[in-house]
DNA sequence: CATGAATGAGTTTTCATTCAT
DNA sequence: CATGAATGAAAACTCATTCAT
């Protein structure tokens, strides 16, 4: 008795058949948002039927979930990939390391970018307590790295509190950055949307969270 | 004699009605945010027709504008009656004591809350344009006021950069708050989420944003 | 017991008002034909109330008739005054002469002529029915004097016959005018059209198509 | 084997269900004219849902368009099988024959002729420019066909002057018809209609108005 | 298993008509 | 008598979801 029973349909398609699936899907959503994307659109550019997309995710929300889960998938892998960072023993400047990072990937990936922006802003819909079960072991898992080597003994903040503020800071960015720019935006736009706040908050942090030089 | 000819059919309404059409849409708003936001639901819920509600406000986009604009106009009125906060000198015990009258005022009106939160998010559409015209005097008024008598001479960020870090902070919590409180959430909840937000905040402005003590 | 109250409120109106309210419901009626006409701006136009509208003329449909009737009054009245053309004995060159007076009449009045044009179209509303029977006994008085003095000892055809024609003429003119004229259209462009075709009637009135045998 | 793979959606249907719907549309158009035909109706009438209309056909526009295209080429259709007119020299006596198989057509198919005469009088929309491109070539290929053979040199009239009193006449008959017959009519009543006015018209084309000089 | 035609409740908006004041 | 606020049926059109083939 095999366990796959349990397993999604979708899973059981060929690779490159998920991912022509996935792609058209993230297409759709990041062009038009959750609640005006077409789940006929979606199957047209995926090359299947309506029937079938329903087959796979048995409602558009569950779609959603399963989209945005297949983001965050890439792209922890990514930057799990990436851990030269680890090298760096300032926190600051690991975080500066992982931020370029990030650009870098999504700088290819505007789509991927556009959907999670989104995710935030359409908050309310319950989606978010199902994707949360998936998100966040994920999120520790990184955050378990990222920290990894931080000599914690010259900041003012626990780890705990260096992540709340590090989210803050991201949702700040991110929701900002998205009122700023009019739905159609280049990855550029976004770099420079991110390097006009970076800097002031970097400052902030910097003469904040270290501890007062003596003398 | 006031000249009242020329007003919004809407505004020569009992006060009662107005406030009744004026609940049930901010409510709906609230709920759903613009784009998804039922005009029937509104008309069904104020107990008026949908015709009448036509009449009220030309169109959609209209009835938005003018929901919004009547809830900053209740928020500004109310933040500029409370203008005790002007006495504290420091800009960070002021801060605090203006976010606090923020919440006072809000924690009746949690649906006004969370309509504001979702302005911020749908900047696209081109009701921002309109939004704008009436929000940034307001908005430019009251930072007027906030910062009248602060002293900068011992700030190292300038009054803009201030400004910016604040918008930013904003964000951070609304949208922070936003996604981790389910749809429905008390006045309570949302207290509760910012405080445990702001303390560290705080904390990190304090050690930041004063210039370093020489000696 | 005067026998007035038979008659339409409206003709109780003082005759300033009730060119007022004919005025107004003549443009709309002409600038956006029956169906899309809007009572609510001929009251406005009017400068009266939507319910004094339809105390005046019990619906919309009655309200047609009227304008329609007012206009008819109008056209036959001025055409009636003009009685030059009495003078010319050929038929042909009497009916020139009418053509012409036509013209000059509605080249000052055009909403006049659109509307009249329009009922043409709008035909199958049962509002002819009762456009008819005013009509009719009008049209019979103006085609009485039309042909009085007029020699039939040289013409083909009878007086009815000749009437008849007249009809088919205005018919086509007006409808071949209309569809060509594109809803906004000025008396110029009116009278081109005009032209065009009826050099090429008269001839054929005259005539026949066939070439005359010679000799 | 067709490619009918590009073809309407609508094209795929079976032809019962296809006449059916055009039926239903052909009714309704008939009854009100474009701009107050409902689509509603017609779904209901055909025992489709609104849904599948708009389906079969992207908008109402389209299915005028659609609706229209598909009469003429019924009836183009027919005129074409039936050739027997060429046989006949004179241009008169040919316009009578074609206008006989033009009656024979429209006998059984009121509506048919009721849409196409409702056609001619909404000029207005621009509909009609969509119309033109399909309806010009086939008029085109009709009128060719129509003149192939006759002898113009006993004509007082260019054959573009004999098309253009053509269209006079049949607007002249439309038209009056349509205002005459008040909405619901029979095709007796119709080609009485006619044959009250054609007698009279080819008399007059034939000699025009007055008694031929004696010699 | 895959398909895609069919559905129908839903959307925003309009406007002739009524009736309480 | 005059008013004009209120009504609600109707319009064209959309789209996630189902189900017979």
């Known amino acids: 008795m095999p366990k796959t029973q349990e397993k999604h349909l979708f899973n059981r398609l060929s690779a490159e058949k998920q991912e022509r699936i ?7 959503f990041a062009r038009a948002g959750y609640i005006n994307a077409s789940t006929n659109k979606m199957a047209k550019a995926a090359g299947i039927s309506k029937g079938s997309l329903f087959k796979y995710f048995s409602s558009k929300k569950e ?3 399963e989209v945005i889960d297949h983001i965050l998938e890439d792209f922890f892998g990514y930057v ?3 851990d030269h960072y680890l090298e760096e023993k300032d926190i600051l400047e690991r975080l500066k390391l992982v931020t370029k990072e990030t650009y870098s990937f999504f700088r290819k990936k505007t789509s991927l970018f556009k959907v999670l922006m989104r995710v935030k ?5 319950n989606v978010m307590e199902q994707l949360k079960e998936r998100w966040e072991p994920k999120v520790a898992f990184f955050y378990g790295r990222f920290f990894s080597g931080v000599d914690f003994s010259n900041l003012a903040l626990t780890q ?3 992540i709340k503020l590090w989210n803050l800071i991201d949702y700040a960015i991110d929701s900002e950055v998205l009122s700023e720019l009019n739905g159609e935006f280049s990855m550029d736009d976004l770099e420079a949307a991110y390097e006009n706040r970076l800097g002031l908050i970097h400052r902030v ?11």
Chains 1, 2, 3, 4 share one sequence.
Not at 205 to 215: C, D, S
Request: with cysteine; aromatic share 10%; charged share 40%.
């Open 80 to 82: 799990q990939s990436k």
């Open 63 to 65: 779609l959603y979930v």
């Open 205 to 215: 942090l910097k003469n904040g969270i270290y501890k007062k030089e003596k003398k």
């Open 160 to 162: 705990e509190e260096f």
């Open 22 to 28: 996935m792609h058209a899907c993230i297409e759709e």
């Open 121 to 125: 802003t359409e908050g309310k819909m």
